[in-house]
């Protein structure tokens, strides 16, 4: 089984995922609404079930397929000391632009 990291590194297994975080949706719906083939989403969706990033329902004949991020919950986990390092230079550079502001506002008075 592959580890989460290496599932949601594949572009195609991410716009699925990106598709079910707006709603549920058949293997059908997912075919016509990204424009793979039905053999390429049934592939992916495959390899995301089996690492619990996917689960489905079975409604009538079809299966409905819905997201489940908790499988996330650790790439989020590992991604917050990175996170945590762009927001203090986001915090610098926006505070660096408000004092060039303000200088430049004290030059025309």
Do not use: C
Not at 6 to 18: G, K
Not at 62 to 89: F, G, K, M, V
């Amino acid at each position: 089984m592959l580890d989460t990291y290496t599932v949601v590194a594949e572009p195609s297994r991410r716009r699925i995922l990106d598709r079910l975080l707006d709603s549920d949706a058949s293997v059908t719906e997912l075919v016509n609404d990204l424009g793979y083939s039905q053999p390429l989403v049934s592939k992916h969706l495959r390899i995301l079930r089996e690492s619990g990033l996917v689960q489905f329902k079975i409604k009538a004949q079809r299966r409905i397929y819905s997201l489940d991020s908790r499988p996330l919950e650790e790439i989020d986990a590992w991604l917050s000391a990175y996170r945590n390092t762009w927001n203090r230079h986001v915090d610098k550079l926006s505070a660096y632009l408000d004092q060039k502001k303000k200088e430049k506002g004290g030059h025309r008075e």
